[in-house]
Nanobody, 123 residues
Framework: QVQLVESGGGLVQPGGSLRLACAGS????????IAWARQAPGKEREGIAC????????SYSESVKGRFTISRDNAKDMVYLQMNNLEPEDTAIYYC????????????????WGQGTQVTVSS
C-alpha cells in the first residue's frame, strides 16, 4: 500500500524556520519525484517545490524561491522541505505528493498525497 506521511509542522514566529519531512511506504523515495504543496484557508492548493529523480533537479514556486529548499536523504528514504524566513502568508497545511514517476509535474496533479501537516506563522 502506497502511503505518504508528513511531519514537522508547528507554530513559528515570523522570520523563523521549520523543516518538514515526508516519509513514504510501499515504494522507494529515491526512485521517484516528490513534490510539496500547501493549502491556506479559503485558498486553492498551491504547488511550491519538487525534486525529480533523474538528476535531483529542483523547482520552486516564486512565492517560496530563495527561502525554501527541497532535498532528499536516500539513506533514510526521506524528502525534506527546509523553510526559512517564514512569513504569516506561509501559514497553510503542507502536503507531500507523488505519482511514482521520475519527473516533476508542472500541474502538481499527483495521484498520491499525504494527510498534511499544519504550519502556522504568527507572533
Amino acid at each position: 500500500q502506497v502511503q505518504l506521511v508528513e511531519s514537522g509542522g508547528g507554530l513559528v514566529q515570523p522570520g523563523g524556520s521549520l523543516r518538514l519531512a515526508c516519509a513514504g511506504s510501499g515504494f522507494t523515495m529515491e526512485d521517484i519525484a516528490i513534490a510539496w504543496a500547501r493549502q491556506a484557508p479559503g485558498k486553492e492548493r498551491e504547488g511550491i517545490a519538487c525534486i525529480n529523480n533523474a538528476n535531483d533537479e529542483r523547482s520552486y514556486s516564486e512565492s517560496v524561491k530563495g527561502r525554501f529548499t527541497i532535498s532528499r536523504d536516500n539513506a533514510k528514504d526521506m524528502v525534506y522541505l527546509q523553510m526559512n524566513n517564514l512569513e504569516p502568508e506561509d501559514t497553510a497545511i503542507y502536503y507531500c505528493a507523488t505519482d511514482r514517476g521520475p519527473l516533476c509535474l508542472t500541474t502538481y496533479d499527483y495521484y498520491y498525497w499525504g494527510q498534511g501537516t499544519q504550519v502556522t506563522v504568527s507572533s
